[in-house]
């Protein structure tokens, strides 16, 4: 099978266990955030960000360490060190989950009133040890399963997971739960995806017998390495990438501003998810395998990765602009319409960062976490200084404009320090046409975008900003003569060349296309 080819199965698996999790999540969050409103979402919200943080610091390290070092062993033909390396970092992942537990005890004793004043102090604890003693493992089996390329098995573990977690959502709703009932649940699907993940890799991943020839120094001294840095930098990049506007809104602002923020952040991170990050989960494996093969084939991949990334980012751009007010309205009613600049500007937010992965995927893989660690310490006191000036300033906008600034940093930084350590070109041309495709499909769908019904400007706005995006992809020359051969292939073997007239306008895109961008 080509790497091209790879690629599209490994995408296609990942669609599944993403669109799978994303659709059912958005279900629950619309659920959880119908019932409790803006105000009693925003303490739910608070919650579930600092079980994310512990998950993060926890699992970051080891986990990420798992896919790229499983992926380096596999390409290296080094199978028989797999074992041993699993052994090793699930013991690290443990005494990771231990500190976090240590210091979750420490700030909720020092400042528990000041961070969290509307919960019960030992019931979020209570919380947060299970939810992270649960959810770091089960990431930690995911990244196992990335490793391993099978993602199918991630596939699988969505599949099965989230509808239950839907279950619980509604069960809580119906029994008219308050906030506690929805972090039991929370707590409960925490065990749920921990238990059907562990099933899954055991299909294929291997178990230590006792016998295995012991890690090798050189490679056990970059795994340390590895993990120390990558802990604190994808630790602190969380500050960045996730919604800490959260827990800044209820400290600074209002717990209701919270629960706004919460829900355009997460519409906007799941869509990040369904569309680019599709292509975008499959990057550390691929990266980290292409750079066994030589440096020249890495680089190759990181140019082309990035304008994909754009490809499926810029629709998402173009639909905050003009559809995230019928969105919200749709979704969540009246009563969260304040979050529909959150939902457009995190989208912007979303989409740069998802672009930025192809050069983070780089980085990793090419052990520059030391880089990666830089820039999430510059991104990281960025957000947390301009967040609580421009909070306490102009509450909710100014927690939108927090996010757009400290997106647009991260990306060039990401993208400048990916260029000078891999020695790549920027793909102007491509992304500047890319670019006019999606303003292009604006003006196209504007109109559309202005009908007072919700669900009707939601629906005929959407499908004609994808389809004339599409077509203006093709039509400015976005993708390349090989881009276009590899899609006729696949129209050809899935609809035998039909639409007849699409077959016809790719013939023509592949005429005027040029052999290659990079």
């Given at each position: 099978m080509s790497a091209r080819a790879q690629a599209v199965r490994n995408t296609l698996f990942s669609s599944v266990g993403i669109y799978t999790e994303y659709l059912l999540g958005m279900l629950v969050s619309i659920v959880i955030a119908r019932h409790l409103g803006p105000k009693s979402f925003g303490t739910y919200a608070l919650a579930v960000w600092m079980v994310s943080l512990g998950v993060a610091a926890t699992s970051s390290g080891s986990a990420a360490a798992v896919t790229k070092f499983v992926a380096e062993l596999r390409g290296a033909g080094r199978e028989d060190l797999i074992a041993p390396l699993l052994t090793y970092l699930r013991r690290r992942q443990l005494f990771y989950v231990v500190g976090v537990?240590?210091?979750?005890?420490?700030?909720?004793?020092a400042a528990g009133n000041r961070i969290a004043p509307t919960l019960d102090h030992l019931m979020l604890y209570a919380l947060l040890v299970t939810a992270v003693s649960l959810r770091a493992p089960y990431m930690f089996n995911v990244n196992v399963a990335k490793g391993f390329e099978n993602f199918r098995a991630t596939a699988t573990i969505a599949a099965?997971?989230?509808?239950i977690n839907l279950a619980l959502a509604t069960s809580a709703w119906l029994l008219d739960a308050p906030v506690e009932g929805f972090l039991a649940a929370y707590a409960i699907s925490s065990a749920v995806f921990y238990l059907i993940s562990r099933q899954q890799i055991a299909r294929f991943a291997p178990k230590a017998t006792g016998e295995e020839e012991p890690l090798p120094p050189e490679l056990l001294r970059r795994i340390r390495r590895h993990i120390r840095i990558t802990t604190a930098g994808f630790t602190l990049s969380f500050f960045t990438a996730s919604e800490m506007e959260v827990a800044l809104l209820g400290m600074f602002d209002t717990v209701a501003s919270a629960g706004q923020y919460k829900v355009g952040f997460q519409l906007a991170s799941g869509a990040s998810l369904l569309v680019p990050g599709v292509f975008a989960?499959?990057?550390?494996?691929?990266?980290?395998?292409s750079l066994s093969q030589g440096r020249e084939v890495a680089v190759r991949r990181f140019s082309a990765s990035t304008v994909y990334l754009a490809l499926l980012s810029?629709?998402?751009?173009a639909f905050g602009l003009l559809l995230a007010h019928p969105t919200i309205l749709f979704l969540y009613g009246t009563a969260y319409a304040a979050a529909v600049p959150v939902l457009a500007a995190c989208l912007y937010s979303g989409s740069l960062s998802t672009i930025a992965q192809s050069a983070q995927s780089l980085l990793m893989s090419a052990d520059h976490q030391h880089s990666m660690l830089m820039v999430s310490v510059v991104c990281g006191i960025l957000k947390t200084t301009l967040?609580?000036?421009l909070i306490m300033r102009f509450g909710l906008h100014g927690a939108v404009m927090s996010s757009i600034v400290v997106a647009s940093v991260y990306f060039a930084l990401y993208m400048t320090v990916g260029l000078r350590v891999s020695g790549a070109r920027f793909p102007w041309r491509r992304i500047s046409r890319v670019l006019l495709a999606g303003i292009g499909a604006i003006a196209i769908a504007y109109p559309l975008s202005l009908l007072t019904q919700p669900l009707a400007a939601l629906l005929a706005g959407g499908a004609t900003l994808a389809l004339a995006y599409a077509l203006l992809t093709f039509a400015f020359g976005c993708w390349s003569r090989a881009d276009i051969e590899y899609i006729k292939g696949l129209h050809r073997r899935v609809a035998a060349d039909r639409p007849r007239a699409l077959a016809g306008f790719l013939d023509w895109a592949r005429a005027r296309a040029a052999e290659d961008f990079l």
């Open positions: 537990a240590v210091v979750g005890a420490g700030v909720l004793l099965v997971a989230t509808p989960a499959i990057l550390l494996p691929m990266m980290a395998t810029a629709p998402l751009i967040g609580i000036l």
